[in-house]
């Protein structure tokens, strides 16, 4: 440890000849605030170096368990045996992603026939080499297959560079284009007689990372490039996107804030000069969400409009440029059943597949348009066998004539399986599957949903993984992970992972706490758990850690707690409450949203305006009170914390590593009297270092590494943590 204060002691006096923090307080519109770190808030090289010694430091603590580490990371290179490889018919080839042995990510394609040769259209190592980081968000064929525009984002802080690449060596097109700052894209067309390519694609402020402006983009045959603005959102809550109907009839731009849609349309095909337009397609109305998809002349609408949860409806173009975009004009199609909550769709020329969840399991509702049917709200329909733990991922589904769709199940016991689905009888067939090492490892893991009452009776469900022999009941320790996220209405679906099989292996238990403000449960449940109720969130996750300790699924002292992003929010708070942190073993924040007064407050920061709708507009003098009153950050006590690792990012753009920062020098000030303002080092009351606070710095994203071999490491690091804090045992 005297190598850890060391490197520690000399990167605070680096930054402190750097950037003297002068200013302690700050005035915000109704309040004083006092913030003795808000230096490190200032990019430059002194945030550089002290982020270095943060991790130096932190790899000085885990030195101790090399071994142990190394173990760690053979078994995850070991685990998968092959991957999920699932292809997708477009016209004469069909097209797949696949992993390098490394772990990047490989974008191929066969053509159909006898002739099967794979062709690797993008490597993502390639990408990355002379970077520190490769991640491809979009990738698009042409629809005559000798183009690919693919957007990537090179260091992880949400910078994207749209590029186009021939795929056909006979084709006219220009060299690989690049456009900066681009975050989506669809092709309009693409003009071989000519040599032109002319494509839809929204652009991204390069400050505060919103997609605002919707372009027309050409590419000449001489390799000249042109630009059109076609819609310029002046909203600062609102980000654009875009896509192709199935049926490749139209491009759809769609504005949206935290709760309110607007939706414009492109008619795709031959363009004649310079006359795109996008036209407005339903009156935006406050609160009312939806997106849109066209078959036969009708314009399929899913929307919050009369169903919080979502319902289908319907109306032909002709009628809504008619009406100028009356919601009077839809029809209703479809209601799904029960408390389904509808997330996605993917429409044919015979079927409507919705996706959703309902009470935090997942479900595939399939409705049949037949023709011979007419739309009177009795549409057959039926419900997808599902296991009631996991999550779905559509496919590509790429063809709007198919009678077949794929879908992707994972689950904390199913590390990938892809079926593809008959829709007239409703059996699914697996075309591909992860395969793992010891599978009876998994086959010997219970996972299960249980409940309990919250405090006020609300019904909270918790997912439990265990092995059966630990859910028998096993004298001594019985370590738990409970995870949590609860925000943004999202389904916090738990998922295969590697650092999972390796706490499952020596014992531990894995809980997801499905607390209020998550999207587990439908609008409601997150109506619950935002703003001034974004408390009950907490308290969920109070009560679920005493439900655990209380049916002995994780003994006192043993039970730990792991949030991510706006998760970290849930877990920072709980923790300041000295009543409820002493239940808490050890804790792991990665790249967690713990100084959410100071973000909220900085509507120049990315995201900041966006999120007023989750969490309140600082500018409101109550909305403030109530963001203080949940900051981790602000709230920090002097009450000793249980050890604390951090993980964060120094090219997050969301949670900026400066605010995994300060909460550790906050935190290691107040709980233990380690730091004075100026970063100097003081002894605790017991002689000794009483540092437990652990922050690694990596240099990716917010998303995290891209490599499996950097996540690997990442999480050996984690368990690494989890077992020194309890003093387990590290076989």
């Not at 909203?235 to 607007?262: F, G, H, M, Q, W």
């Not at 994972?410 to 793992?436: M, N, Q, W, Y």
């Not at 998994?442 to 859910?471: K, M, N, W, Y």
């Not at 292996?505 to 894995?510: E, I, T």
């Amino acid at each position: 440890m005297a190598h850890v204060r060391r490197v520690l002691r000399e990167a605070w006096r680096t930054v402190r000849q750097a950037s003297p923090p002068t200013v302690l307080s700050s005035f915000s519109r109704h309040a004083k605030l006092i913030d003795e770190w808000s230096y490190l808030q200032r990019p430059g090289p002194a945030l550089t170096r002290l982020a270095a010694a943060e991790t130096e430091a932190a790899r000085a603590t885990f030195a101790a368990a090399k071994g142990f580490r190394e173990r760690l990371e053979a078994e995850a290179a070991s685990l998968l045996v092959a991957d999920n490889v699932a292809s997708e018919l477009q016209g004469p080839f069909t097209y797949y992603q696949r992993h390098s042995p490394e772990g990047f990510l490989l974008f191929c394609r066969m053509p159909v026939g006898s002739d099967q040769v794979e062709e690797v259209l993008l490597d993502t190592a390639k990408l990355a080499e002379g970077e520190s980081y490769a991640d491809v968000t979009a990738c698009k064929v042409s629809d005559d297959h000798s183009l690919l525009a693919y957007i990537v984002d090179l260091h992880g802080d949400d910078t994207f560079e749209l590029r186009l690449r021939r795929l056909d060596k006979d084709s006219q097109a220009a060299k690989e284009a690049r456009f900066p700052d681009i975050r989506s894209v669809e092709f309009l067309q693409h003009r071989s007689d000519l040599g032109e390519v002319s494509l839809l694609a929204v652009q991204v402020d390069p400050t505060s990372k919103r997609a605002y402006q919707a372009l027309h983009l050409t590419v000449h045959a001489t390799g000249d490039q042109s630009c059109k603005t076609l819609w310029e959102e002046t909203d600062a809550a609102a980000y654009l996107e875009l896509y192709r109907t199935k049926d490749r009839a139209y491009i759809l731009v769609s504005s949206n804030t935290k709760d309110t849609s607007e939706v414009r349309l492109a008619k795709c095909g031959r363009l004649e000069g310079d006359n795109l337009v996008l036209k407005p397609l339903l009156a935006k109305t406050s609160g009312v969400e939806y997106f849109a998809e066209h078959r036969d002349g009708w314009l399929y609408v899913v929307s919050n409009h009369e169903r919080p949860d979502f319902m289908v409806y319907r109306a032909s173009v002709d009628e809504i440029e008619r009406t100028e975009g009356a919601w009077s004009c839809l029809e209703p199609v479809f209601t799904p059943p029960g408390k389904f909550h509808v997330t996605d769709a993917d429409l044919l020329s015979r079927w409507l597949v919705l996706y959703g969840h309902e009470a935090a399991a997942p479900r595939i509702c399939v409705v049949s348009l037949s023709e011979d049917r007419r739309l009177s709200g009795n549409l057959h329909s039926y419900l997808v066998n599902l296991p009631e733990i996991g999550s779905v991922e559509p496919g590509i589904n790429a063809e709007a004539n198919a009678d077949l769709i794929q879908y992707t199940f994972r689950s904390p016991v199913e590390p990938g399986c892809t079926f593809e689905l008959d829709l007239a009888s409703g059996h699914p067939k697996i075309v591909s599957r992860c395969t793992v090492n010891h599978p009876e490892l998994l086959q010997s893991l219970q996972c299960e949903r249980v409940e309990f009452p919250s405090r006020d009776g609300t019904i909270i469900p918790i997912t439990l993984v265990r092995q059966s022999s630990h859910a028998a009941g096993n004298p001594g320790m019985l370590p738990c992970l409970l995870q949590v996220y609860g925000s943004y209405g999202t389904c916090f679906s738990p998922d295969f992972r590697s650092e999972h099989i390796a706490l499952l292996r020596r014992g531990w238990a894995l809980a997801w706490a499905h607390v209020r403000g998550g999207g587990e449960n439908g609008r409601e449940w997150h109506q619950s758990g935002r703003q001034f109720k974004k408390q009950n969130s907490v308290l969920d996750l109070v009560d679920a850690m005493k439900y655990l300790l209380a049916h002995g699924i994780a003994t006192p002292g043993c039970l730990c707690l792991k949030g991510s992003s706006a998760g970290g929010l849930t877990v920072g708070t709980l923790l300041n409450s000295h009543a409820d942190a002493v239940l808490v073993g050890a804790a792991i924040l990665e790249v967690p949203f713990v100084d959410t007064l100071t973000s909220m407050m900085d509507s120049t920061l990315p995201l900041t305006v966006h999120e007023f709708e989750e969490w309140g507009d600082p500018q409101d003098i109550e909305h403030e009170a109530n963001i203080r009153s949940l900051s981790p950050f602000e709230n920090l006590g002097s009450h000793r914390y249980p050890p604390v690792y951090i993980s964060c990012a120094s090219n997050d753009a969301r949670a900026p590593v400066w605010m995994s920062l300060k909460y550790a020098a906050r935190m290691r000030a107040r709980s233990s009297g380690l730091l004075d303002r100026r970063g100097s080092r003081r002894r605790s009351s017991d002689g000794g270092s009483g540092d437990n606070v652990v922050v690694y710095c990596s240099d990716s994203g917010h998303a995290g590494p891209v490599s499996w071999q950097e996540r690997d490491e990442e999480f050996s690091r984690q368990v690494s943590f989890l077992h020194n804090a309890l003093g387990l045992e590290k076989i």
